[in-house]
Structures are given as C-alpha cells and as structure tokens.
C-alpha cells in the first residue's frame, strides 16, 4: 500500500531554515509526481511546490518562490523540501502527497490523491 512519511519538522526562529523528508514506499516513485503541501489553523490546505517524476522540472506558490527548494532522489524514494528564510507565515502542518494519475498538473490538492501524515513547521518571529 502507499505510505509517505514526513520528518524533518520543528521549532525555528525567523529567518532560519529547516529540511523536511518525505519517505515513499507502495508504489513506482519514480513515476509520479509528487508535491508538498501545508495547512495553517482555519485555514485551507494550500499547494507549495511540486515536482516532475524524472526531469525535475518544478512548479512553486508565489509564497515561497525564491525561498524553498523542491527536490527528489528517485533512487531513495524521498522527496524534500528546503526551506529557507522562513517567517512566522510560514507556520503550518506540512505535508508531502502523491499525484492522481493523469487531470492536469499544477498545485491544487484535489489533484493529489496520497497524503502523509504532516510534519508540524513553526516559525517564530
């Protein structure tokens, strides 16, 4: 069955960085794309980047662009997320996901049919 595990969260100060993991197992990773999410307190899950099964190319939110890194190592079967320059903004529970076959490709959660159980990310200020 699939499974994806998140690591990698914490407590950080502003300005700061953080790595998180998400470990793949169940399916082809190589195959899918796969993306990282988050959801903040009252607020809806929201799509931050995702990424290509083999090329690499990358999709990110305007919220992070220039600050966090979307990487995967297909023969470990991880995906990543580098976050730097955080800001209290960035809090949220952040999850990794894997793409539906085929519907189109972008940052919308509906598009997303596997969820890992969230990483908590906390930024103060």
């Known amino acids: 069955q699939v499974q994806l595990v998140e690591s990698g969260g914490g407590a950080v100060q502003a300005g700061g960085s953080l790595r998180l993991s998400c470990a793949a197992s169940?399916?082809?990773?190589?195959?899918?794309?796969m993306g990282w999410f988050r959801q903040a307190p009252g607020k809806e899950r929201e799509g931050i980047a995702i990424?290509?099964?083999?090329?690499?190319?990358?999709i990110y939110a305007d919220s992070v662009k220039g600050r966090f890194t979307i990487s995967r190592d297909n023969a470990k079967n991880t995906l990543y997320l580098q976050m730097n320059s955080l800001k209290a903004e960035d809090t949220a529970m952040y999850f990794c996901?894997?793409?539906?076959?085929?519907?189109?490709?972008?940052?919308?959660?509906?598009?997303?049919?596997?969820w890992g159980q969230g990483t908590q990310v906390t930024v103060s200020s």
């Open positions: 996901a894997r793409k539906n076959t085929g519907g189109g490709v972008g940052l919308n959660p509906t598009n997303f049919g596997y």
């Open positions: 169940g399916f082809t990773y190589s195959s899918y794309w």
């Open positions: 990424i290509s099964p083999s090329v690499g190319n990358t």
